[in-house]
């Protein structure tokens, strides 16, 4: 079982819908991030997160540590948005480990 | 700042060959990893440096070196290539002052067949 598993692992949503992703882990961490990964190959990082909630533009992400839980939002979805969103993980030791990626495609 | 750099973008290795992936960063950040992305998985990490002479192995080291004679440059050696090797690899830096943020480079898809 990997130690970051994410939900679901494709998504394909309407223009305008409101989009979440999930990310559960089984590690003691000290970090959580979202990362983004265009249809290029770039990934660029969106969140990194340790408590609470985060808001940039049109997207939020929360983490619940005692649950190891954590959710990516985007609201009011556009095709520009579409990309694999990936959640990763500093563990306690340092090690980052990454989760198999949500392939999200948002249709006009 | 180019951020992180990455050459070649693509290559095709027959087995057995030898090539090395090349890996630069301008923003003089002491920590480089190297990892490997297959379909349908995570990143795994392959290797990693915390500075100039200091390397260590990640998850998945067996068939691959590094070398990290200054901060800038980061790059990755295969010597015998693999089927198995087939993958897109991507470096990756930060600043141990830094919020753990890391900067991906535009990844380098190896195929060897």
């Known amino acids: 079982k990997n130690e970051v598993e994410q939900s679901p692992q494709n998504l394909t949503a309407q223009e305008g819908e409101f989009i979440t992703i999930n990310c559960s882990y089984s590690?003691?961490?000290?970090?959580l991030h979202w990362l983004q990964q265009h249809p290029g190959g770039g990934i660029v990082s969106l969140f990194m997160?340790?408590?609470g909630k985060k808001k940039h533009g049109r997207l939020i992400a929360t983490i619940n540590i005692q649950e190891k839980h954590s959710s990516l939002h985007i609201t009011a979805s556009h095709p520009r948005d579409s990309a694999v969103y990936i959640c990763?993980?500093?563990?306690?030791?340092?090690?980052?480990?990454f989760g198999a990626g949500t392939r999200l495609t948002v249709k006009p | 700042n180019a951020g992180v750099t990455q050459t070649p973008k693509f290559r095709i290795l027959k087995i057995g060959q030898s090539m090395t992936l090349q890996c630069t960063q301008d923003?003089?950040?002491?920590?480089m990893y190297w990892y490997r992305q297959d379909p349908g998985m995570g990143l795994k990490l392959i290797y990693y440096?915390?500075?100039?002479?200091?390397?260590d192995k990640g998850e998945v080291p067996n068939g691959y070196n590094v070398s990290r004679s200054t901060t800038e440059d980061f790059p990755l050696r295969l010597e015998l290539a693999a089927p198995s090797q087939t993958s897109v690899y991507f470096c990756?830096?930060?600043?141990?002052?830094?919020?753990?943020?890391?900067?991906f480079g535009p990844g380098t898809r190896l195929t060897v067949t």
């Open positions: 590690v003691g961490i000290s970090a």
């Open positions: 923003m003089n950040h002491n920590y």
């Open positions: 990756a830096s930060r600043n141990f002052l830094s919020s753990y943020e890391q900067y």
């Open positions: 997160l340790s408590s």
């Open positions: 990763a993980v500093r563990s306690d030791n340092n090690d980052m480990r």
């Open positions: 440096s915390v500075g100039a002479g200091i390397t």
